[in-house]
């Protein structure tokens, strides 16, 4: 589930750096039909994606926002809520409502796609000390 790297990079560089398409197709050297083409098929796919997730996780859609890449569903069975990231050039990274410990070796990797996704996507500009407290302001900055 992941986006054609051109496609992501038209995504970044309007959504997460707040280029105007006319820039992003100078800086590309493309058209800006071509860049409009590309930024409404990436919508339109990472919302499919959110979409399909959904139903994977047998989820209800509290929000989905592709211009930041995350998603919010509610699990029905248990009742949770999870979250999900278009993480750039490696795709979805789901986490669910009771956290994450990024100091555990295993999720450290997670916690770190996910601040640099932050970052990319512009919801953040720089990480806090520690990557519990920066996750936290991350998903506070979604929920909002």
């Not at 750096?17 to 409404?40: F, H, T, Y």
């Not at 959110?50 to 509610?74: H, Q, S, T």
């Amino acid at each position: 589930m992941k986006l054609p790297s051109r496609m992501e990079e038209v995504l970044l560089l309007i959504y997460g750096k707040g280029l105007r398409e006319v820039d992003v197709a100078r800086r590309l050297n493309v058209s800006r039909q071509a860049i409009n083409r590309a930024l409404r098929g990436a919508t339109g796919r990472l919302s499919q994606i959110f979409l399909e997730l959904a139903e994977i996780l047998n989820a209800d859609i509290i929000r989905v926002n592709v211009r930041k890449g995350y998603a919010i569903f509610r699990g029905r069975q248990l009742n949770t809520k999870i979250y999900a990231f278009y993480i750039p050039r490696k795709g979805i990274r789901v986490l669910f409502k009771n956290g994450v410990n990024c100091r555990d070796e295993e999720l450290r990797s997670l916690c770190i796609d996910i601040i640099r996704a932050a970052k990319e996507w512009g919801m953040i500009e720089e990480e806090e000390d520690d990557a519990d407290t920066t996750l936290r302001n991350i998903l506070r900055i979604i929920e909002a």
